[in-house]
C-alpha cells in the first residue's frame, strides 16, 4: 500500500546543506497499523509530509498502491498533531468535517450523512453546529479524527496526533484509534515520539535513527489484536517490547544500528 524506497530530504539553510534523512526504505501493507518513532528532530515529520505528498524528496520515492506521491495521494487523509491550526476556528464543527468532502462530487445530502457518521464514530455525535473553540483539546482533536474519517481513506497518516492532549485524553484517543482501524480496515501510520505508546498501538514499531535518518530496527508487536490499557500495558510482553523499542533508541541517540 505505501512504500517508502530510499526516501532521503536535504534542506538547505543559510547556503548550507543539512540532511535530514538520509535513505528510508520500508513498506507499510494494506489494512496495517504501522508506528514510527525516532529521537526527537530525527525527521518524523519530515517523512510523514513526503508520504502525504506535502513535500518533494532529494532522493528515492514514497509510492502509494505503486504509483509515485507528487501530490496528495487520492484515498489519503493526514491529522496533524495541532488540532487547533487544523481546524478552521470560523467554521462550526460540521462544516470543519464537510470541507474534504466537498471535492468528492457527493450531493448534500450524502455529504451531510456522512458528517453525522463520522461524528458519531468519535463520540461526538450531534455537534455539528459548535464553534472548535467550544470544544476541549481532545474533542477537537476528534473533530480532526472525524475530518479525515469521513473522508474514507484507505490511508490515514498521523502525525504525533495526541501529544498536546492530557494523559488520559490521550489513552482514549488510542483506543479510538485502534477502534477506528479495527471497524474501518484502513492503513495507518502512526508516528509518535512516545515509546509506550508506539508498542501499545502498533502491530510493527519502525525505530528510525538520529539524523542523518536511516532504518535503525524494526520491531513486530506480538500482543494480540484485543488491547486494553490497564491489562496490556502492564503485561510482561508490554514490557519487553518496550525495553526492545527503547534500546534501540538510545543505539539511534548514540549512532549505532544499521
Ligand atoms: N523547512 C525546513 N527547513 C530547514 N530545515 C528543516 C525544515 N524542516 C525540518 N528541518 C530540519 O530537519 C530535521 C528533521 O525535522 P523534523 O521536524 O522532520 O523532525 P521530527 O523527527 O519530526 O522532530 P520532532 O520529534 O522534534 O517533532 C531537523 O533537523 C529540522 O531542523
Redesign the pocket.
Known sequence: MLEADGIG?D???DGAV?T?IDSLTFQVAEGELVCIV??????????LRICAGLLAPTRGVAKVDGREVDGPPADTAVVFQEYGRSLFPWMRVGANVDLPLRRLGLTRAERRERVAEALGLVDLAGRERAWPWQLSGGMQQRVAIARAVAYRPRLLLMD?PFAAVDAQTRAELEDLIRDLWHRLGVTVVF?T?DIDESVYLGQRVLVLSS?PTRMQAEIHIGLGEDRDQLATRSSPEFAKLRGAVWKEIQAAKKGGGE
Open positions: 530530504k534542506y538547505r539553510v543539512n535530514a525516532g529521537p526527537s528532530g530525527c525527521g518524523k515529520t519530515t517523512l504525533e508516528i515520539h539524523s
